[in-house]
C-alpha cells in the first residue's frame, strides 16, 4: 500500500484538496490513518447487506473511492453477489477501483459490478434496494444535499436502505473542541505531523464542509425517511443508517 506523504513537506502555495491521480494512488492509507472507524464501518456495510439484501438486488455504492465498500459487500455475500453499480467521479479512483476489486475478487463476482465516473448530483438513478454513500456528501456544496438525497429516496425500493457516513460537527462547541483535538491526536498516533496536519487542513478548506448530526438526520427526514438512526460514531466521524417504508 503507497504510504501517504502528499503533505509531508512544506509547501509555499497549498492547492485546493482533489482526488487527483496522487491522492488516488495511497488513498487506501490516507483514508486509514485519518478517519477513525474507517474500516468497521466499511466492514459493517458487508454485514448489514447480508442482513438486509432480498436476493436479486441491486446496490449503488457513490463515492466509490477504491470500492472498498463493495468489496466487503462482495465478500459477505459471497455466492449471492448483487448486481452493484459504483460510481465517483474522480477517474483516477474509477481506476484504482477496478484494479483493486479485480484483484481481490473472483471473476464472477467483479463481472456483476460497474464501475461509472460520474457526477451522482445528474446520475441517472435506477431503483435500487440498497444505497451507500460514505464521506461523500461532505464534498458536495450544501445548497445540493436535500436534493441528492431526495433522489436517493426515491431510487430506493420499498424496504430499501441507506448508509451514510460522514465526518461530523458538534452542536456543542466544547464537545466540538474537544473532538478536533482528539482527531489530531488521532492522526499524529497514526503517523502524521503536526505540518501535515495543518497543510492538508488547509486544501481541505472549503473543499470538504461538514454537517451536524441533527442536520443530517432533519435532511434525512426531510427527504421522506421515516425511520433512521445513527448506528455508529468514534470522535467526530459517524454513520447513519436509513430505512424506506
Known sequence: MPHDSLFATPQDAIARFSFDEKVAACFPDM??????GYGQITAMVGVMARRYLPEQA???????????????????LEGRVPDITAVDLSPAMIAQARQHLETHLPVEAFE??????????????????????????????PEQRLLVISRLHHALKPGGILILSEKITCDDPEAERILYALHHDFKRANGYSDLEISQK???LEDVMRTDTLSAHHARLA???FVRHFTWFQ????????AFKE
Open 31 to 36: 483514508i486509514s490513518r485519518s478517519v477513525p
Open 58 to 76: 441491486h446496490v449503488y455504492d457513490l463515492g466509490c473511492s477504491h470500492g472498498a465498500a463493495t468489496l466487503a459487500l462482495c465478500q459477505q
Open 112 to 141: 456483476r459490478i460497474r464501475l461509472i465516473e460520474g457526477d451522482i448530483c445528474t446520475l441517472e438513478l435506477k431503483p435500487s434496494d440498497m444505497i451507500i454513500i460514505n464521506f461523500t456528501l461532505q464534498f458536495l456544496p
Open 201 to 203: 487542513r488547509t486544501a
Open 222 to 224: 426531510e427527504a421522506g
Open 234 to 241: 468514534y470522535l467526530n466521524f459517524a454513520s447513519l443508517i
